[in-house]
């Protein structure tokens, strides 16, 4: 297949690229940076500026199925100025593929488009939450941009595409993300979990997620989708399991959320919030992960 990837320059596409391309497809990509344009025979690489609303239209030849990955970071002061990049960025970048579709003879079938765990309210108790259990959604930036997110990329399926939407969770990595900052502290033995410590933090290994990805294109699979593994943990255990893999006990009170306010400013509802997600949709489709449990995640991409 050829699969045309948009933020595949980013933590979540170029392994998602690279575990496409090691499967035998073909990838295009969309940047808006001429100096990560590549021209190989199995990763193309095309212009866009989702300010200017302009995009390179070779992108979409031979493209079977788009991966629509970017968007400006959320992990940032949100000033006003910052959200309405967050925003803009994920739904002007939507609306200007939904303009290439729109406007050329193309062979796309498929559209799976990234939205975030951001998306559902605060859980504490009770089973995870499945991906039919939205509206209510959560009620901060976060969750604006989530459904607004969504709601753009329906657009696909109007125009006759099968769409799928993942619902990311925190992506663990060992090539940055949120890892690195969670892991940071811990190494300088002054880690600690936040607030209560009892959120939930429903996180993925990058090569589960690039592995779901890979699962729903091959199958042309449609619907919303939680890109989450099988066993999420609470704030202050997982602290406490990065301090145990780096030999560096997590001993310190939580920070409380006051300060975490202070700090990150709104920001901080991306790490006070409690977002419980379920993983059995994904894996009723027959996903199997490779990893469910933290600790060997934590293992492989942890040094
Ligand atoms: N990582 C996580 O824990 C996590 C969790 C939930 C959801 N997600 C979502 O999953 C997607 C991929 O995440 P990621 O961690 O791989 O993100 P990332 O590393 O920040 O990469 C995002 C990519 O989007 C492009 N981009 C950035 N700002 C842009 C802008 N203003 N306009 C257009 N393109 C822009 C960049 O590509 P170029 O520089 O090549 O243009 C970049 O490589 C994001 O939408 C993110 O919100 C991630």
Not at 137 to 151: H, I, P, R
Not at 285 to 298: D, I, N, Q, V, W
Request: charged share 20%; hydrophobic share 40%; proline share 5%.
């Amino acid at each position: 297949m050829k699969i045309l990837i948009t933020g595949a320059t980013g933590l979540v596409g170029s392994k998602l690229s690279e575990v496409l391309r090691a499967a035998g497809h073909k990838v295009n990509y969309l940047t808006s940076r001429e100096e990560a344009i590549k021209s190989e025979p199995d990763n193309q690489g095309y212009l866009w500026d989702v300010k200017a609303m302009t995009i390179d239209p070779g992108c979409i030849d031979g493209v079977d199925t788009i991966i629509h990955l970017a968007g400006e970071s959320v992990f940032q002061r949100w000033t006003d100025e910052a959200k309405e990049k967050i925003m803009a960025s994920r739904v002007n970048s939507t609306q200007l593929l939904i303009n290439l579709l729109n406007d050329t003879n193309h062979n796309v079938q498929h559209a799976i488009t990234a939205s975030a765990i951001g998306i559902y309210p605060d859980k504490w108790e009770g089973p995870p939450m499945k991906e039919n259990e939205v509206p209510p959604t959560a009620d901060n930036f976060l969750g604006e941009v989530c459904v607004a997110w969504e709601s753009i990329g329906m657009q696909f399926k109007e125009l006759g595409l099968k769409h799928a939407i993942v619902r990311i969770g925190i992506v663990l990595s060992a090539k940055g993300g949120a890892l690195e900052q969670m892991a940071k502290p811990v190494k300088l033995y002054a880690g600690a979990g936040f607030a209560s410590g009892k959120m939930w933090q429903s996180w993925v290994a990058i090569d589960d997620l690039a592995g779901i990805f890979k699962h729903i294109t091959e199958n042309q699979l449609q619907g919303t989708y939680n890109g989450v593994a099988p066993v999420p943990v609470r704030n202050r255990p997982l602290m406490e399991t990065i301090g145990k893999v780096l030999d560096k006990p997590v001993f310190l009170p939580n920070v409380p959320a006051f300060m975490m306010k202070l700090m990150l400013g709104e920001m901080a509802a991306t790490v006070l919030s409690s977002q419980y997600a379920s993983s059995s949709k994904i894996q009723d489709s027959g996903y199997s992960f490779k990893f469910s449990e933290l600790k060997p995640a934590l293992e492989k991409y942890l040094d």
